[in-house]
């Protein structure tokens, strides 16, 4: 949206490929409905298109059904923001993996809910995590009703990317923190429903590095969320042009004018590897790179 309309400011006419069923991203599907109350994301979007000159097309994702070979045959320039769709998983049985549920996805089917009532609400919860996602599930599981609310991190709060606000947010609604311990395995009752989950109590070693203890500590719970990051959907560069894309750890490799490896191709925002993932920033590399996209196309123009 950022390089959109930025680009619709200099005049140039743009279209955006939207997977999802509205517009918004991050904003729209991925953040506590608590921190973006009513209908802000949408409200934002409507401003921003309000300038003029630019269309979404919906359901069009990148790698389903859309290619890149596609996008650079019918457009001047392509500008990818595919930001980071993956959620980690834990590292353990294939038990524990079916029985817990990324962060991500419980607060955009929470979003797009028009009625919470219909929401699964835990009455206890374990929520995997030490950045704002883990902070955000928590809070928002207590605000939905659940009686206890359990965030566990593998090291100390010292350590947690949440910010210290977002740590206060969390104690004052009531979520207990429990540090130095590492997920084991997802306990299961005789019905298959999770009861709880099995922690291993860690230690700082000498040198910095965590280390297991022999100890261990069982967390009683009806549901488990992991909020352990994001990760870069590599599907979404499955067609043959899109491979060619030079990556760095994974992501997209781009110069500081944010071209890729492929002329006319662009990109910017999670799915780089440029700075911290952070919204402020995805914008901030939309902005810049719409300036080098609109540069490029008037310096080609002015030769012509």
């Known amino acids: 949206?950022?390089?959109?309309?930025?680009?619709?400011m200099h005049g140039h006419d743009v279209v955006i490929f939207e997977a999802q069923a509205k517009p918004g991203g991050l904003n729209e599907y991925g953040i506590a409905r608590y921190k973006l109350t009513?209908?802000?994301?949408?409200?934002?979007?409507?401003?921003?298109?309000?300038?003029?000159?630019?269309?979404?097309?919906?359901?069009?994702?990148?790698?389903?059904?859309?290619?890149?070979?596609?996008?650079?045959?019918?457009?001047?320039?392509?500008?990818?923001?595919?930001?980071?769709?993956?959620?980690?998983?834990?590292?353990?049985?294939?038990?524990?993996?079916?029985s817990a549920t990324a962060a991500t996805d419980y607060i955009r089917v929470l979003r797009q809910s028009a009625d919470l009532t219909d929401l699964p609400v835990p009455a206890s919860a374990i929520v995997i995590g030490a950045g704002n996602?883990?902070?955000?599930?928590a809070v928002q599981a207590k605000r939905l009703?659940?009686?206890?609310?359990?965030?566990?991190?593998?090291?100390?709060?010292?350590?947690?990317?949440a910010t210290?606000?977002?740590?206060?947010?969390?104690r004052d609604a009531g979520v207990r923190l429990v540090t130095y311990a590492q997920p084991e395995r997802i306990l299961l009752d005789n019905q298959?429903?999770?009861?709880?989950?099995?922690?291993?109590r860690t230690r700082l070693?000498?040198?910095?590095?965590?280390?297991?203890?022999?100890?261990?500590?069982?967390?009683?719970?009806?549901?488990v969320f992991t909020a352990i990051g994001q990760a870069f959907d590599v599907e979404a560069l499955s067609d043959m042009q899109a491979q060619t894309l030079a990556r760095d750890s994974g992501r997209i490799r781009v110069n500081?004018?944010?071209?890729?490896?492929?002329?006319?191709?662009?990109?910017?925002?999670?799915?780089?590897?440029?700075?911290?993932?952070?919204?402020?920033?995805?914008?901030?590399?939309?902005?810049?790179?719409?300036?080098?996209?609109?540069?490029?196309?008037m310096g080609k123009a002015e030769a012509a």
């Open 38 to 98: 009513d209908n802000y994301a949408q409200e934002e979007v409507a401003f921003l298109l309000s300038i003029g000159g630019i269309e979404i097309r919906y359901g069009q994702a990148l790698g389903r059904g859309l290619e890149l070979a596609t996008l650079r045959r019918e457009f001047d320039r392509v500008f990818l923001a595919l930001g980071l769709q993956a959620s980690r998983a834990l590292a353990l049985d294939e038990s524990s993996h079916a």
């Open 192 to 200: 298959g429903h999770v009861a709880g989950m099995r922690f291993t």
């Open 205 to 223: 070693a000498a040198d910095g590095r965590l280390e297991a203890s022999d100890e261990t500590l069982d967390i009683a719970a009806q549901a």
């Open 1 to 8: 949206m950022s390089c959109a309309h930025r680009l619709a």
């Open 256 to 297: 500081d004018a944010f071209r890729t490896s492929l002329p006319g191709v662009y990109a910017g925002g999670d799915c780089v590897n440029l700075g911290q993932d952070l919204t402020v920033e995805a914008v901030q590399h939309g902005k810049l790179a719409a300036e080098a996209i609109h540069f490029e196309l």
């Open 133 to 137: 996602t883990a902070i955000d599930i």
């Open 164 to 170: 210290p606000h977002e740590q206060a947010i969390a």
């Open 145 to 161: 009703g659940s009686e206890e609310v359990t965030l566990v991190y593998r090291r100390g709060i010292e350590h947690m990317t």
